[in-house]
């Protein structure tokens, strides 16, 4: 257990470096103090009662190439032929069957254009216009009815690539709220202040579902007769909205690390307020946080599967589906579990890429 | 005297109830010197920080090069762009360059384009004896190199008046001199109207047209820099002299 045992490494600091035999390595890390070994022998106890398991569940005695449920309950592990059979419900959920290359390569262009984004140097003017391309050909791709596709009613969309969708345009566009109200709830005119606050503590003050509901239920009591606003662009913004209080919240933090001294410095150089807070303070304070603010993308990423209260087909739910095949029953384990890794690759990915950020954005702070 | 390119008519400041300048009047002329002293608390800080609005004064009359400081924000902007201020915590950006930092007011504010915009950087950065660093972020230079680039940022705006709050107060003691050589030589060369508050009694000798000594938000005396030192009237100024002349 080395994360209890602190000093080890404070030890070595400076110190030539010099290789310890395993015995000392083990007797400093982990056998240190009586604790530390019981914590030591409690954590080998608990891998060894689940990983020889897991492996035997998930590898050894798995099936990949059944084709009957029959058959593939015979061998006693994880059936991942049902995975295999159901992928493409899982990833496209109810869209029409011989559609799907569709709704795939509008994955392969989300994904895409967020790895690209990932790049420092596409950072300049051409991201605003790669994205506005990149969006209207998913939204091309997802709905058709031109160039001979056929028309697919957004309440069909689902799985994976609806999933991308609602974090994706939920991360855009409350991104640029969250920052607007931060700054918003700093301002020194009373009006814009009290907007702001108001605003930002009645989102956290409700649940996402309960916001969820209120899209789904409540807004149409106040629309115009006759007005419909999409279900899915409901939830939508929703999404957006719970987001970007969050997000403020987040970078109203970094604003207020930033010392007045930078303030002042750009005043006497004559700068206007919103060259100021572009040039000068959201720099930096969006620097100082990424890490909570990944950590808002990353809950927002797994918080799409609320939508699933509304009646829309998300990742979680079209798997669900799979799930109702007469056929193929009593594979939840599998399902989950590959539902489950999919969540996992990107949001892992998201957290990597947040600490690689951090540090090449470091320029050797000193205030 | 030649005009004044500052004026200052009863010109009153409080901090909550603490009265911080009592009835300054202060007439400055276009390339005069004046070095502001007194101890600490005398609210010297705070009267160069009206001149470009950094404290809003409550009573009285600041104008500036013919505009008068009032709430309306042009006329703020106006002031700013031709009073440049350098701080004694150097208050550079840490997340640009030095080239960076020192284009950062001439692009954006005067529209200046970027090529020029650098080549007037550059020119500055000579002038402070260290084009060397225009690449490297200012965490990365030493205490003097900072305040001198930040002296630099300032002179890029092309300002008309320099304002210069305790520069070398926060400098380690063997890196005063490189910042106040280049403050002697923006005196000398340029013939810039300078405010300095600064505890640098050679300096003041050595530069300044005009000494002044503030003590509870008053100014107490003034005078040229020879007789000040050598003669000065007022009790709280002899004291304040014998405390730091040792």
């Not at chain 1, 982990?30 to 530390?36: G, K, R, T």
Request: hydrophobic fraction near 50%; charged fraction near 15%; charge should be neutral.
């Amino acid at each position: 257990m080395s994360s209890v045992n602190t000093t080890s490494t404070a030890e070595n600091e400076g110190a030539p470096s010099k290789r310890l035999s395993v015995w000392a390595w083990l007797r400093t890390h982990l056998f240190s103090s009586p604790l530390n070994s019981l914590l030591t022998i409690l954590s080998v106890w608990l891998l060894l009662a689940i990983v020889p398991a897991l492996i035997e569940w998930s590898v050894i005695r798995s099936n990949f190439s059944a084709s009957t449920a029959q058959e593939c309950r015979s061998t006693g592990g994880a059936c991942w032929a049902f995975i295999i059979e159901k992928h493409r419900l899982i990833l496209f959920g109810l869209y029409p069957y011989d559609e799907q290359w569709r709704p795939l390569i509008a994955t392969g262009i989300l994904l895409g254009t967020i790895i690209l984004s990932g790049f420092r140097r596409f950072w300049n003017f051409w991201l605003v216009v790669i994205w506005t391309v990149a969006l209207i050909a998913v939204a091309i791709l997802m709905w058709g009815g031109v160039f001979g596709m056929k028309f697919v009613e957004n309440n069909l969309w689902g799985g994976l690539p609806l999933t991308l969708i609602l974090s994706t345009f939920g991360i855009a566009f409350a991104f640029p709220i969250g920052v607007v109200l931060a700054l918003g709830r700093r301002s020194n005119m009373p009006a814009i202040k009290a907007i702001c606050v108001v605003y930002i503590e009645l989102i956290r003050g409700v649940p996402l579902i309960s916001l969820l509901f209120m899209s789904s239920v409540m807004l149409p009591l106040f629309l115009p007769e006759g007005m419909n606003i999409d279900k899915l662009l409901r939830a939508q913004i929703a999404i957006v909205m719970f987001a970007a209080a969050y997000i403020a919240e987040t970078v109203r933090g970094g604003l207020q690390a930033i010392p007045k001294g930078q303030f002042e410095g750009a005043d006497s150089l004559g700068l206007n307020y919103w060259q100021q807070m572009r040039l000068i303070v959201l720099p930096q304070a969006l620097k100082i946080v990424i890490p909570p603010l990944v950590g808002i993308f990353i809950a927002m990423f797994k918080d799409t599967s609320l939508v699933v209260v509304i009646g829309i087909f998300d990742l979680t739910q079209s798997g669900k589906a799979a799930l109702t095949d007469q056929t193929w029953r009593g594979f939840s384990a599998e399902l989950y579990f590959f539902i489950a890794l999919i969540y996992f690759v990107f949001c892992f990915s998201m957290s990597k890429y947040s600490q690689s950020l951090e540090k090449r954005l470091a320029t050797g702070y000193q205030r | 005297m030649a005009h004044a390119i500052m004026r200052m008519k009863d010109v009153n400041k409080w901090f909550g109830k603490f009265h911080v300048l009592r009835n300054i009047n202060l007439d400055v002329a276009s390339g005069e010197r004046i070095v502001i002293c007194g101890p600490s608390g005398s609210g010297k800080s705070t009267l160069i920080r009206c001149i470009n609005r950094l404290e809003e004064h409550q009573s009285g009359q600041i104008v500036v090069e013919g505009t008068e400081i009032t709430n309306d924000l042009r006329h703020v902007e106006a002031i700013r762009r031709e009073v440049g201020m350098v701080f004694q915590h150097f208050n550079l950006f840490p997340h640009l360059t030095v080239l960076e930092n020192l284009t950062l007011g001439p692009i954006w504010v005067l529209k200046l384009p970027r090529a020029e915009a650098e080549k007037r950087a550059m020119q500055y950065l000579e002038r402070v004896r260290i084009p060397d660093q225009a690449g490297k972020f200012p965490g990365q230079l030493s205490g003097g190199q900072q305040q001198r680039v930040a002296i630099a940022r300032s002179l890029c705006m092309d300002p008309k008046i320099m304002l210069f709050d305790e520069p070398t107060s926060a400098l380690d003691p063997e890196m005063v001199k490189e910042v106040l050589d280049v403050m002697v030589g923006l005196a000398n060369e340029s013939g810039m109207t300078m405010l300095v508050v600064t505890h640098e009694m050679g300096f003041a000798r050595k530069v300044a047209d005009r000494v002044i000594f503030m003590d509870q938000g008053e100014i107490i005396e003034q005078n040229t820099p020879d007789a000040f030192f050598d003669t000065p009237e007022n009790d709280r100024t002899k004291l304040f002299l014998s405390q730091i002349l040792h």
